[in-house]
């Protein structure tokens, strides 16, 4: 008889765990949920930086395949890539994209210097704090290397083309590392793409409206804005759907974009590409998240949702990916 057991591989949580670090909880609840339905027997699985005890505990268990929603251990975003690692070690199917893809993909500068090298549009990243190698009439935004989920993003992260400022700003942020790129002003997008056998899809694209917005406040998607609903951030940005009607060629144009960018980097399963376009029309890739969050809450799941498909459907496809 086939073996069912499927394991849901999430990160450990810290003692004082954040909202961002607490979400990972909330995605595992709902993909148990609808690999039960689709008739897999789960067990979820706590990954931490023992290793031998992890993988002690796969060999004993021996899943069909593990669904991993690892997403740091122990609050480090750098070590995001162990789990598929230590999956591949072990020789055990899993869902989502590699250990190498993993890795790239987590480090923003890495990311950036790839989609450079392949042609793909990204924001101009600053490598040294030379005054000509900034721009003065330019704005640039500081983002961690390494953090996701808009940890360590604010209004104040918007900084001007002055190696004064930067350097200001690296002086009172020492606790994580950052590197800097240009602001690009205009409209965001944050596309869905889902695998499965025929190939990636492009899931339909939703624009980030942000409402009220005063003139001289940055409109991006810092912490608040993803994780207070409290904030003004938060109960003035909102997702809207509809551009492959209202802007057939730019909808076409991102479309292509993500997947150039998921054949680049060797995604699978599913992944959300943040990109903004600007003034001129022109797109640009910030991020890629090869992991996307599952909520119900999240973009992927709002994305799948207005494709008209049933979440054990796109479960499915995640799954189909593995072995694709
Ligand atoms: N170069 C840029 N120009 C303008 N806005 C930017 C730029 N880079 C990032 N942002 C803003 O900051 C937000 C967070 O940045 P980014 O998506 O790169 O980080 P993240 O922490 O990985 O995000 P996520 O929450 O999607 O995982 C973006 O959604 C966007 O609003
Ligand atoms: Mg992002």
């Known amino acids: 008889m086939k ?3 499927v394991v849901v591989l999430i990160n450990a949580l810290s003692p ?3 909202k961002d670090e607490l979400d990972v909880l909330d995605q595992a609840l709902f993909a148990e949920g609808a690999l039960e339905q689709l ?3 789960t067990e979820r699985l706590f990954m931490n930086l023992n290793l031998e005890k992890t993988k002690a505990k796969l060999k004993q268990l021996k899943p069909l395949f593990v669904f991993n929603l690892v997403e740091s251990l122990e609050k480090d975003a ?6 598929p690692s230590l999956l591949e070690h ?3 199917p899993f869902t989502g994209c590699g250990s190498e893809s993993m890795f790239i993909t987590s480090n923003k500068t890495l990311t950036k210097k790839m989609l450079e090298a392949a042609g793909l549009p990204t924001p101009k990243q600053i490598y040294q704090l030379k005054p000509n190698g900034i721009d003065a009439d330019k704005l640039y935004i500081a983002k961690p290397i390494w953090e996701d989920a808009s940890v360590g993003i604010s209004d104040e992260n ?3 083309g002055n190696p004064n400022a930067i350097q200001a700003f690296l002086e009172n942020h020492s606790n994580i590392e950052y590197f800097f790129e240009e602001f690009i002003e205009g409209r965001e997008f944050n596309i869905s793409v889902l695998g499965g056998k025929s190939g990636p899809e492009v899931l339909p694209i939703p ?3 942000f409402e009220n917005f005063p003139a001289e406040k940055p409109k991006i998607i810092g912490y608040t804005a993803k994780w207070d609903e409290s904030s003004f951030e938060y109960q003035n940005t909102n997702r809207l759907f509809g551009l492959e009607t209202t802007e057939v060629e730019l909808a076409e144009k991102l479309r292509q974009i993500c997947l150039q960018t998921w054949d680049l980097f060797g995604l699978k399963g599913y ?3 943040d990109l903004r376009v600007d003034e001129n029309g022109n797109p640009w890739i910030l991020e890629i998240n090869a992991n996307p969050c599952l909520s119900p809450d999240a973009g992927f799941y709002a994305a799948t949702q207005k494709a008209g498909y049933l979440f054990p459907a796109v479960m499915n496809r995640i799954i189909e990916d593995i072995w694709n």
């Open 207 to 209: 624009e980030i409206i």
């Open 271 to 273: 992944a959300r590409i």
């Open 90 to 92: 072990l020789s055990i």
């Open 158 to 160: 918007i900084l001007p």
């Open 39 to 41: 008739g897999y027997q």
């Open 78 to 83: 750098t070590l995001i890539h162990l789990a």
């Open 16 to 18: 004082n765990a954040d």
């Open 3 to 5: 073996n069912q057991k």
